[in-house]
């Protein structure tokens, strides 16, 4: 606690300001979360709550992850138990246009053999159009914007993701700091290289 209260904090609003969203966004104390405020996959079923801070330093970014992983848990616990109640047999939505049929029957079946090589070959029409969807990625709202002139590819397709709006921050969070602050403040950010490319 001594070495990571106070180190690296950003107020809500700023945080806001820049686009957080995620663990660091709640750890300044706004409760924000995309599976509560747009559920998907069920989310709407289960009961959670939503870690959050008050400081939006190192240590809240510590205590709300921490959180998070309990969370998790009792939503995986909750799952089991939905699990034991469905038939055994039934696992996804009967449009096996856009999920792959299962392997056996592609060496047997001509029709899942057609599903397999339209899905696997990109050859499933996409309506023309925009859409945004986002989900609640463990650094937070990892979002696809996906804009489509018909044809079995995007015409465009962008993603939002949040480690590089955190970078963005991080010159202002540790500004003035020690270089172990810089360290441990970068470390809290769970900033994820691969997503800092633009």
């Known amino acids: 606690m001594e070495r990571t209260i106070g180190v690296g ?11 957080f969203t995620g663990p660091n966004l709640r750890a300044t104390g706004v409760d924000y979360d995309v599976r509560v405020t747009t559920p998907y996959s069920s989310y709407q079923d289960f009961d959670f709550t939503i870690p959050v801070g008050s400081t ?3 240590y809240d970014r510590f205590l709300v992850r921490n959180g998070e992983m309990w969370q998790s848990l009792s939503i995986i616990r909750q799952a089991m138990e939905k ?11 009967d449009v096996p246009a856009y ?8 060496y047997s079946k001509m029709e899942a053999l057609i599903y397999h090589f339209k899905i696997v070959m990109g050859e499933t ?38 480690c590089f709006i955190y970078y963005q921050a991080y010159p202002e969070l540790v500004k003035g700091a020690m270089l ?19």
């Open 9 to 19: 904090p950003i107020a809500a609003e700023r945080a806001l300001n820049y686009g």
């Open 56 to 58: 939006g330093d190192t």
């Open 125 to 162: 029409e996409i309506l023309p159009g925009e859409v945004y969807h986002s989900v609640e990625g463990g650094n937070g709202e990892l979002g696809y914007y996906l804009i489509s002139d018909g044809g079995r590819s995007p015409y465009r397709l962008h993603f939002r993701r949040p």
């Open 180 to 198: 172990s602050d810089a360290i441990i403040c970068m470390s809290s950010l769970n900033l994820i290289a691969g997503e800092l490319d633009a």
């Open 99 to 106: 999920y792959l049929p299962e392997k056996e029957d592609v």
């Open 83 to 93: 699990l034991k109640s469905l038939p055994a047999d039934i696992f996804h939505a």
